[in-house]
């Protein structure tokens, strides 16, 4: 699952854990009966902001990517630069996230995928392909990637490292549900990204739990229903120095984004727990000069709920109330290799 474990746990711990959840499982379902309460409800949603960064090559923030988590199950929302070292920084094992949900096809959400999807089977001995689900067009993007590594996979394949756990089913979605399993579902919004369309947002529902994620896009009567009474909302923006936004040179940016002044009345329409910035673009406002003014810049709009600049390693969890953990340092990381600590 999504924390470290030690390499001694061996199969009778696993058996034990597995008996000991099984009669979790079998209480929650008397208690359901008797009571009518819902054991799921009891159960946090986790979502981990792998990357809070955009295109743009700082060392404040990495790529776009974000995870969320119930029970042993990851769903992994784009995979923009470095997304696996975020994920082992997140303390996620790599090998265990193989549901991929793509927002778009901008280079800066796709561009972690060939990492997280090569270097987990021969490194970290994936036993399994993955899932991804994307907008039309990601079949061919896939497709290109595998050709792209057609040399590492014939060469380094071979009996234990088998060619089918790199095979990739793809879903080409439209709006609407695009995954349901038990009572998770994950619905695909369609959203307004210019030369990113077509794009999605998407909203995962769990457990009596739900986060909407904005993807990129500029602010549409989609989100705005979407988001409706939403625990987390975690929306992009883009902004820039008064003299860029003056003077119109970034407009054909701004105008795909949200500006703040659009996430505040995002936010103040759907009236989430917490709203988070994610994807954040801050043209000449490098470092914390930029996070304040965004956040400035959406008070100033009239938002007063609960806002959260995003950071690369932030995790939140939801339950019946919002725990917000910082990164954590990642210097005492060993080398994940294979040979050593394994998850
Ligand atoms: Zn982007």
């Known amino acids: 699952m999504a924390s470290l474990k030690p390499r001694s746990r061996g199969l009778s ?6 008996r000991y959840v099984s009669s979790i499982v079998r209480q929650c379902l008397l208690l359901a009966v008797f009571s009518g309460i819902v054991c799921g409800q009891q159960r946090p949603v986790r979502v981990y902001l792998i990357g809070t960064g955009a295109p743009e090559i700082t060392m404040e923030r990495a790529g776009q990517s974000t995870l969320i988590s119930l029970d042993t199950n990851h769903f992994l929302f784009d995979a923009g630069r470095h997304t696996l070292q975020g994920l ?4 996620i094992a790599p090998q265990e996230v193989t ?4 927002t778009h096809l901008h280079n800066d959400h796709i561009e972690g995928l060939p990492p997280l999807w090569m270097t987990p089977w021969f490194l970290l001995r994936r036993r399994q392909g993955l899932e991804i689900w994307g907008p039309p067009g990601t079949a061919n993007m896939i497709a290109g990637m595998r050709q792209m590594f057609a040399h590492d996979i014939e060469r380094r394949s071979n009996e234990t490292l088998k060619k089918e756990f790199l095979d990739i089913e793809v879903h080409e979605i439209g709006p609407g549900t695009v995954y349901a399993a038990g009572d998770m579902t994950i619905t695909a919004v369609e959203v307004e990204h210019h030369d990113g369309n077509p794009a999605f947002g998407y909203r995962f529902d769990a457990a ?6 904005t993807g990129d896009a500029t602010l549409t ?13 975690i929306s992009n ?6 003299r860029l936004e003056g003077s119109g040179a970034i407009d054909p940016i701004l105008n795909k984004l949200m500006k703040p002044e659009q996430a505040a009345r995002l936010f103040l329409t759907t009236g989430p727990r917490l709203a988070v910035y994610s994807h954040i673009v801050k043209k000449g406002l490098p470092g914390k000069l930029g996070d304040d003014e965004i956040i400035a810049r959406t008070r100033k709009a009239g938002f007063e709920g609960g806002l959260v ?4 390693g932030m995790q ?3 339950g019946d109330e919002i725990q917000l953990t910082q990164p954590q340092p990642s210097d005492d990381l060993p080398e994940l290799d294979g040979a050593g600590l394994i998850f």
């Open 316 to 318: 939140i969890v939801i």
């Open 309 to 312: 600049m995003g950071l690369d």
């Open 208 to 213: 009596g739990r739900s986060v909407l994620l």
């Open 237 to 242: 923006v883009a902004s820039g120095t008064p």
């Open 221 to 233: 009567a989609n989100l705005l229903e979407a988001g409706n009474g939403v625990d987390i909302l």
């Open 13 to 18: 711990a696993r058996r034990r854990e597995v």
């Open 88 to 91: 082992y920084k997140a303390r």
């Open 99 to 102: 549901r991929i949900f793509l």
